[in-house]
């Protein structure tokens, strides 16, 4: 493949994380951000968001095993992983924790244990994707391109 | 022109021609502190980040008492922090600042990812210079440090 290829490869792939609601405009914020001084800041970032997640997934796993949940220490464990996805532009991350708030303030812990699964679920999916995306990243500069800047309204 | 008065509280804020600004910004999530830390340096300010008020209040030198650690040598110019964070709030930090002889001139500038209107002006009335939403942007980043280029003219 050669690195116009790639690129297009790239812009397909981001796009359809847009178009699926994965990722919103966030995300090119921080593509933006992205220069000579900073080449590695989304990539940085994006791990940092990882990490960061799947600790609160631990916490959050934990808190809602308890005999007796603690409902205001879930709420606080979603809303720092409500924040976090939002600030990484994780739509469907983001989305599912506000879901998730909801039943917290009502106290509904079996609404609650779903709402973790489905939590679980789209942070697993926004991850691979993310991966991916960094990893084609990796392919283009590897191959001496750049990768293309992204302007929303595509 | 009135003559000059460099250890006045009242110069804190306003930038020399030329003068860089220095951001103190406090938030407790260190993903936010990284976005929040790029975007200021993007609009050309240097940078010192805190993940707490206390530890703010402390780069502030005003945990007890002493003269300021920061604003010594190199003053800070415009504090941003996190509305909602553990142990001190970015309101109860907001407070404590403007308690303060010797920083209650330096903006502050208040974030969260919550538009609650109680909340914002909460703030605002307590003297926060402006209340932005998270996840912040460049634009909004850029305003700000327009606006405070301005101060003082």
């Known amino acids: 493949m050669d690195v116009g290829q790639m690129r297009r490869q790239w812009m397909d792939y981001i796009k359809s994380m847009f178009e699926e609601r994965f990722l919103d405009g966030q995300f090119l914020q921080l593509q933006q951000l992205q220069d000579e001084n900073n080449p590695e800041f989304v990539f940085e970032v994006v791990s940092l968001f990882f990490d960061d997640s799947e600790r609160i997934l631990k916490d959050l796993s934990f808190a809602l095993e308890q005999q007796s949940v603690d409902f205001k220490k879930v709420d606080a464990h979603v809303h720092q992983f409500k924040g976090s996805s939002a600030s990484i532009g994780a739509q469907g991350v983001k989305n599912a924790c506000i879901a998730f708030r909801n039943f917290c303030e009502e106290q509904n812990i079996d609404a609650c244990r779903r709402c973790l699964l489905q939590v679980k679920q789209e942070y697993f999916v926004v991850k691979n994707k993310l991966e991916t995306l960094l990893r084609l990243e990796q392919q283009i500069v590897a191959a001496g391109g750049s990768i293309p800047i992204m302007e929303l309204g595509f | ?153």
């Open chain 2, 1 to 153: 022109m009135a003559s000059a008065s460099s250890s006045s509280s009242s110069t804190n804020w306003i930038m020399e021609s030329g003068e860089i600004p220095h951001v103190l910004a406090v938030d407790d999530s260190l993903i936010d502190r990284k976005l929040v830390e790029k975007l200021l340096r993007n609009s050309s300010c240097r940078v010192t980040t805190a993940e707490n008020g206390l530890r703010a209040l402390e780069l502030l030198g005003l945990t007890n008492g002493e003269h300021s650690t920061l604003n010594g040598r190199s003053k800070v110019n415009l504090i941003i922090t996190d509305y909602c964070m553990p142990g001190m709030t970015g309101y109860e930090l907001l407070k404590k600042i403007k308690e303060s002889s010797v920083m209650r001139e330096v903006p502050v500038v208040i974030m969260s990812s919550e538009n609650i209107p109680t909340r914002i002006n909460k703030c605002l009335e307590e003297g926060a210079e402006m209340f932005m939403l998270k996840p912040l942007k460049e634009s909004d980043v850029r305003e700000l440090t327009c606006q405070l280029m301005n101060l003082g003219r």
